[in-house]
């Protein structure tokens, strides 16, 4: 059976209605559900509604009489911790790969230590995206692309998760001067 793509953004699950929808279909038919997410989060943080994936999953489970060996999730965040029983860690993407059998020789000065390329914002691209900026914009390439038109992209760019996710750490006015000088 194929898995079922749960689109997350910020920790967020985007397609609710249907990630439920699969899950439900799945448990009343008792067939096994097999559950892929490729934005590679943290799992025990992404959010389902008002509660995380794994509680409602966990309550589905107990309340159904469900075994939750049978919820196989495959995340491709390498570092994801074992918090579910079938879990996998993968990497399809093979656009990072691509070049490492490429053989080529470089017959031009590097300019760019580093680069970051972001085709749209979440809290942690925009926080290393200030932290390189203020340190390493003169030795690094940083493209930071916002369509103010695409209603998926909000126009605050995540800035209240980014400070949320920092209030635990301890924010001061060097963190917002540097958010602000990269903004």
């Known amino acids: 059976m194929d898995s079922f793509n749960i689109k997350v953004q910020n920790e967020k699950i ?20 097999f559950l892929f997410i490729d934005e590679s989060p943290d799992l025990a943080t992404v959010m389902l509604g008002e509660q995380t994936l794994i509680t409602l999953l966990k309550t589905l489970c ?21 918090c579910w029983p079938s879990i996998t860690k993968c990497y399809h993407s093979a656009d990072v790969f691509h070049g490492q059998d490429i053989d080529f020789t470089v017959d031009k000065k590097i300019k760019y230590k580093t680069s970051m390329f972001v085709g749209g914002s979440r809290w942690p691209r925009l926080s290393l995206g ?11 390439m940083i493209s930071y692309w916002q369509n103010l038109k695409d209603k998926n992209q909000p126009c605050y760019l995540y800035l209240d998760d980014l400070f949320k996710h920092h209030m635990i750490k301890g924010i001061d006015h060097e963190f917002f001067d540097r958010v602000n000088d990269f903004v």
Do not use: G
């Open 14 to 33: 985007l397609n609710v209605a249907d990630t439920l929808a699969y899950i439900f279909d799945c448990m009343t038919k008792n067939h096994d559900i």
């Open 62 to 82: 107990e309340t159904s009489n469900y075994d939750p060996n049978r919820i196989s999730i495959e995340i491709e965040n390498l570092v994801q911790s074992d």
């Open 130 to 140: 200030s932290y390189l900026y203020e340190r390493y914009k003169d030795d690094s």
